[in-house]
């Protein structure tokens, strides 16, 4: 499926980063380059990230980053069935035969999964209980310390 694919390529750039990370470790700082990350959920997140790479490369940055919704996709507050995609993640995982080596480096308290969206229709709880009992149904281990899930104050309408 597209959203297999889409894992895929965004497992195989993870890899990618790592690999170049440990090729440039070293010792000497004055020979290690400089990685710049930007890490986000939503669009907000992202030109804040943007706007504080640009400042720190010494770039002039944009007033706004625009963000062009062009697939027509309207966000709706408990609209979205998170826990379906969650098992959608967890079955990819199995089926790409993660080891724990490659869990830890995809997927750690450094690099959480975000599940943690205004839109999910469930609790935290009801998410944290499929997280827990489908990664172990599958044969997967299991840190919810993995995980970014929604504020537990989150009431569900149904």
């Not at 499926?1 to 440990?22: G, K």
């Not at 007033?63 to 408990?78: C, L, M, Q, V």
């Amino acid at each position: 499926t597209s959203f297999q694919q889409f894992l895929w390529y965004t497992d195989e750039m993870e890899h990618r980063w790592h690999t170049l990370l440990r090729q440039f470790e070293t010792k000497d700082e004055s020979r290690r380059p400089e990685f710049y990350e930007i890490t986000w959920s939503h669009s907000e997140q992202f030109a804040k990230g943007m706007t504080n790479l640009q400042r720190s490369m010494g770039c002039s940055t944009l007033d706004h980053t625009a963000n062009h919704n062009s697939h027509g996709n309207i966000h709706k507050e408990k609209s979205k069935r998170c826990t379906d995609l969650i098992k959608e993640d967890l079955l990819y995982r199995k089926l790409m035969k993660y080891d724990p080596e490659t869990s830890r480096i995809l997927m750690n308290e450094h690099i959480p999964q975000y599940v943690d969206s205004e839109e999910c229709i469930e609790t935290a709880e009801e998410i944290k209980s499929i997280i827990h009992e489908y990664s172990l149904s599958l044969g997967l281990g299991y840190n919810e310390n993995e995980w970014v899930l929604p504020p537990n104050n989150v009431i569900p309408t149904q």
